[in-house]
Each structure stands twice: as structure tokens, then as C-alpha cells.
């Protein structure tokens, strides 16, 4: 049952372009979603995140979409540097419970220099 | 940036063997979970710790695992008989204030041999 899914895998982009990354959810009552990004042998690390009453939040290069009636988000980063490759997961907080995180499958984006 | 750390960074272990995972969260907080990640898989919640008690568990947080706070600050992940299966990465995090998002340790990981 996956609650949470990035359908790509991969990604590739020239440095300097726009990087975007995309994220699917099934379930309507999920009200916050995160971006991490990690780096091998690293822990998940805080990107930017979005409350379901907004569609859009931005912090520096970094820019989440919310499109909710298509449980749909994205993630734009622009413009793409080298330092951006990592695999990043989207993630929602489960409000049934303790908010724990319900994370993607991951999109490993790599920026060419 | 407050930390999450976690030790060892790696531990091989023999199958049926006990093993126990530490972290030390943030500091001041109520709300500690667990969290792993298979190689090449998502990132998936195991435990939430909330107030010395567990709070919710995931259908993988079986009779073999269990979590304490031994001594107030640390937070341990103890597998008793561990199987091939449990080789992992295993995630400690812990919001850094209400409302906040999720900051994770590093990770330890796990070797089933």
C-alpha cells in the first residue's frame, strides 16, 4: 500500500536548469508534506516543507507546489547546481496518530556539470 | 543546527544475535521516532516514542524489537534475534521544536551476516 510515490526513479539535468521532482499521494487526510534530500551514508535531511492550506512555498532555489485536488507535489529547484545530486523523498505526515512521516520510493537526481 | 547523533555508524552482526542502536535526540523533546531504510528502498517509520512510552508502531516493529530511554537523554533500538532481513539502515530523528519538521541522525548501519 503506497500511500506516498515518486514515480521517477531518476532524473537527469544540466547545471544551471530547472531540476523538477514530482510526488503522488492516495490519501486526502495528509495535511503537511516534506522534502528531504540524502546523501549516501547520511541521515534524510530537511529541504522545505508545505501546509495543505497553501499550494505553494518557496526558500531560496527551493520551491514546493501543492496541487491538492490532484494529491500532487513538486519540488523545483532552480537553477540546478552539481552540489543538488542526491536521492530525495517526499514525505507526509500521517495526522492518524503521531505525525509520522510516510515517505516515497525516492527520484536520485543528478546534475551535470 | 541542533543534532540527532547516532552510534555505532555501523555494526555487523551475526544472525540471532542481540543488538542495540543508539541515539541521543534533541534535547528537550517529547516526540522520538525510529525510522529504516532497506538499501535502495524508501524510508519507512518503525517507532514513535512519546513521553517514555511507545505511541504507535509499524506493522514491522515486532516481538523483536523494542525501545527505551534508558537514562533520560539516550534512546535505544534493540533488535533481540536479528535476521538477515534486519540489515538496514536505521534512522533515529526528532523535531527540533512544535511543529517542526523531522531532523534525522545519521543513521547506524546494520549488517546481518
Known amino acids: 500500500d503506497q500511500q506516498v510515490k515518486q514515480n521517477s526513479p531518476s532524473l537527469s539535468v544540466q547545471e544551471g536548469r530547472i531540476s523538477i521532482l514530482n510526488c503522488d499521494y492516495t490519501?486526502?487526510?495528509?495535511?503537511?508534506f516534506l522534502w528531504y534530500k540524502k546523501y549516501p551514508a547520511e541521515g534524510p535531511t530537511f529541504l522545505i516543507s508545505?501546509?495543505?492550506?497553501?499550494d505553494k512555498n518557496e526558500d531560496g532555489r527551493f520551491t514546493v507546489f501543492l496541487n491538492k485536488s490532484a494529491k500532487h507535489l513538486s519540488l523545483h529547484i532552480v537553477p540546478s547546481q552539481p552540489g543538488d545530486s542526491a536521492v530525495y523523498f517526499c514525505?507526509?505526515?500521517?495526522?492518524?496518530?503521531?505525525?509520522?512521516?510516510?515517505f516515497g520510493t525516492g527520484t536520485r537526481l543528478k546534475v551535470l556539470a | 543546527e541542533p543534532e540527532v547523533t547516532q552510534t555505532p555508524s555501523h555494526q555487523v552482526t551475526q544472525m540471532g544475535q542481540e543488538v542495540i542502536l543508539r541515539c541521543v535526540p534533541i534535547?528537550?523533546?517529547?516526540?522520538f521516532y525510529w525510522y529504516r531504510q532497506i538499501l535502495g528502498q524508501k524510508v519507512e517509520f518503525l517507532v514513535s516514542?512519546?513521553?517514555?512510552?511507545?505511541?504507535?508502531k509499524s506493522e514491522i516493529f515486532d516481538d523483536q524489537f523494542s525501545v527505551e530511554r534508558p537514562d533520560g537523554s539516550n534512546f535505544t533500538l534493540k533488535i533481540r534475534s536479528t535476521k538477515l532481513e534486519d540489515s538496514a539502515m536505521y534512522f533515529c530523528?526528532?523535531?527540533?521544536?512544535?511543529?517542526?519538521?523531522?531532523?534525522f541522525g545519521n543513521g547506524t548501519r546494520l549488517t546481518v551476516t
Open positions: 514525505a507526509a505526515s500521517d495526522p492518524s496518530g503521531t505525525y509520522k512521516y510516510i
Open positions: 490519501n486526502s487526510m495528509f495535511d503537511y
Open positions: 508545505i501546509s495543505s492550506i497553501k
Open positions: 534535547s528537550n523533546h517529547l516526540y
Open positions: 516514542f512519546y513521553n517514555n512510552e511507545i505511541s504507535e
Open positions: 530523528a526528532s523535531p527540533t521544536g512544535p511543529n517542526s519538521p523531522l531532523h
